[in-house]
């Protein structure tokens, strides 16, 4: 009978090693560190296979030849680490795991309740309902590792195939903890040859590779917090005499003094760097000249105090050069390029440090300051909006206006935007001012709607805010403060931002056009996209560029222009808007050609809101 019953039980006993096996690997794969491991391939054993119990211990080399339990499944943790496991040659080393340690072989007890060599551990084992035993010796690296222990409820469950089936699991196991173990080596030899690549083996200090990497972490952060920083070059030291009179060592040591002394003085928010034999630099990650003048002030103060080695006083003479973000540079390279530069200038001034001077240096101080003030401009509502009409030709009607920006600055007066829109971009404020455009313009659009006139404004979107991910939030939360219909609203985007990253611009577009807003390409012409790309974009007009319809009714070459635009935007089912008519002349000509909306000097400037009325009263326009 027993026979009979066993190979009845053959093929559900080896569905669950195969369980075991499969479960196995995927633990293997997904595994990060081997504790993990040993616990997930226990757990697999137990509540995927449906063994009793699961047990992993690593054979020490310690003079009891002790066995570590190292995780399990399906044992009471008492009783688990009380079984004081040995793999010595001695009675409590006999039993099945032990065994398998000491001789590298599989271990089975088919019958605790008769198995001589569980004596020890019988009466704990039938308590807890296990009636057979297999341990499996783990091979790690060609050596022994331990011991992977299963359990079942029934006599005789471990046969020669499962036993196969699980060797292989062991075998695995085995194999998955050589693997992280490989790993984890890979990891820290790699960590090693960055920190030999990435510092100054005198100092320790991070070398040139590392400071060009930590500038441009610095330049993302200042310009994601839109403030200044500053890049301090010094040349601190260097004497050939030093090197000539106290040997190679000596000036060494003097090289290290110089490193402390820098680091103290710059403080853990300043990062030092050793770049060179006699040179260093500090990186200040936030401020501005002002701040990095006195920052090397000090580090000159802090290096004036004479350095003693061998019973010598030496002068660790330095100077230093400074090159600021964004005013000097916005890249890595240029504010190195600068910073050195400036080092070369300080050499010869007269108090040892100098802010970069280049051809540029006054233009660029004014820009610093100027994006300093637009930030503040922004949250103190120094920005207005101008309006310039728009006219469609065929009836003679006004049909909507473009919102301009200025900056009403205190000191230097009305301000157009192409004196910061630029800057804007370049320093990420283009995402408040836009914002702030938003808002204005939907104020200004809500007035004219309670007096009852329902024509669109358009808002101009730059390149940066196609790539903005709360643009569309943004949009969706001040169209709903302001109870705005969808049509309200039309966004002007230049060909050219949407030449910089037509795919994201396309996304950005589809969204846009989802909330039924209407779109409009802004300077149409000089953005080189393809006619391909321009049929898939959901816009509903083109605007062309005010370069060829300024020129049209003198320059044959740009009337040619024109007249195929208002064609090719016509053959796309679109409406052709002309910007910069400066004349009668030329509105008429683009009558004559089918343009369909006209805007320009010759109709009006861009003029507040409140002159909005009187201008509509007194213009031939209605
Ligand atoms: O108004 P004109 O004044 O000088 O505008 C100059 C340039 O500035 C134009 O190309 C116009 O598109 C751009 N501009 C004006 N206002 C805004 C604005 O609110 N946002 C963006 N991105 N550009 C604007
Ligand atoms: O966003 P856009 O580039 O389209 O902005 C229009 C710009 O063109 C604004 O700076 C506006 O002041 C300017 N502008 C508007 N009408 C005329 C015009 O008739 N002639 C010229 N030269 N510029 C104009
Ligand atoms: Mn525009």
């Avoid at 309902?129 to 331990?146: D, K, N, Q, T």
């Avoid at 005789?156 to 693997?179: K, P, R």
């Avoid at 070398?207 to 601190?236: F, T, Y």
């Amino acid at each position: 009978m027993p026979v009979q019953a066993s190979v009845e039980q053959e093929p559900g006993f080896l569905n669950r090693a195969l369980r075991t096996l499969s479960g196995c690997n995927r633990a293997l794969l997904r595994a990060t560190d081997e504790t993990a491991l040993y616990q997930e391939i226990c757990r697999v054993v137990v509540e995927q296979a449906g063994y009793r119990f699961a047990w992993v211990g690593r054979a020490e080399h310690d003079p009891g030849k002790s066995i570590t339990h190292l995780a399990q499944t399906g044992l009471d943790l008492d009783y688990a680490s009380s079984l004081r496991l040995t793999w010595a040659n001695a009675e409590l080393g006999r039993g099945p795991a032990g065994t398998a340690i000491r001789t590298g072989k599989i271990c089975i007890s088919h019958d605790v309740q008769s198995d001589p060599a569980l004596g020890p551990w019988r009466e704990g084992a039938l308590e807890r309902g296990i009636a057979s035993l297999l341990s499996l010796p783990l091979w790690v690296e060609e050596e022994i590792f331990g011991s992977f222990d299963i359990g079942a409820l029934e006599p005789n469950a471990f046969g020669a195939q499962e036993v196969e089936l699980l060797s292989q699991a062991a075998e695995d196991l085995g194999f998955g903890i050589a693997t992280l173990r490989t790993r984890t080596r890979a990891a820290e030899a790699e960590a090693t040859i960055k920190r030999m690549a990435y510092s100054d083996a005198l100092t320790g200090l991070p070398n040139r590779v590392r400071l060009r990497e930590l500038l441009e972490e610095a330049i993302v952060a200042a310009k994601q917090e839109r403030r200044p920083l500053g890049l301090l070059q010094l040349e601190v030291g260097r004497s050939r005499e030093i090197n000539e009179v106290l040997g190679y060592h000596e000036a060494d040591r003097l090289q290290q003094e110089i490193a402390n002394r820098l680091v103290q003085t710059a403080g853990a928010a300043n990062p030092v760097a050793r770049v060179g034999e006699c040179e260093f630099a500090v990186l200040m990650p936030s401020g501005g000249a002002e701040q990095a003048s006195q920052l090397a002030q000090r580090i000159l103060v802090a290096l004036d105090e004479p350095i003693e080695l061998s019973g010598l006083f030496l002068d660790a003479r330095a100077s230093i050069g400074i090159a600021l973000y964004p005013g000097h540079g916005t890249d890595p390279e240029a504010l190195i390029r600068r910073g050195s530069i400036a080092l070369e200038q300080a050499k010869r001034s007269s108090t040892g440090y100098a802010l970069f001077k280049g051809g540029l240096d006054l233009e660029c101080a004014q820009r610093m300051a100027l994006m300093g003030d637009l930030r503040r401009a922004i949250e103190h509502n120094e920005l207005l909006l101008h309006y310039q009409p728009k006219l469609q030709i065929a009836t003679n009607k006004v049909c909507g206006s473009e919102a301009l920006v200025r900056w009403q600055h205190p000191q230097h007066g009305l301000i157009a935007p192409d004196q910061f829109i630029k800057l804007a971009e370049s320093t990420g404020l283009i995402t408040p001012l836009t914002y702030w455009v938003l808002d204005a313009a939907l104020a200004q659009r809500y007035a004219w709607h309670e007096e009852g006139i329902e024509r669109p404004v358009s808002v101009n979107l730059s390149a940066r805010d196609l790539r903005d991910p709360k643009l569309l939030e943004r949009i969706n939360g001040s169209f709903a403060t302001w109870g705005a219909q969808s049509d309200w609203i039309e966004f002007e985007l230049t060909e050219s931002a949407l030449m910089e990253d037509p795919v994201t611009a396309m996304e950005t577009l589809v969204r846009l056009k989802n909330l039924d807003a209407q779109l409009a390409i802004d300077d149409f012409g000089t953005g080189y996209s393809s006619l391909a790309y321009l049929q898939q974009l959901p816009v509903d007009s083109l605007k062309i560029d005010q370069s060829f319809v300024t020129r049209m009714t003198c320059d044959d070459g740009s009337a040619k222009i024109v007249h195929s635009i208002i064609e090719l935007a016509h053959n796309l089912d679109l409406t052709v808007v002309a910007e910069g008519v400066e004349d009668q002349a030329t509105l008429t000509q683009l009558g004559r050609l089918g343009c369909d909306i006209a805007q320009g000097y010759t109709i009006s400037r861009p003029i507040p809101a409140e002159q909005f009325r009187d201008w509509e009263a007194h213009s031939t326009w209605h």
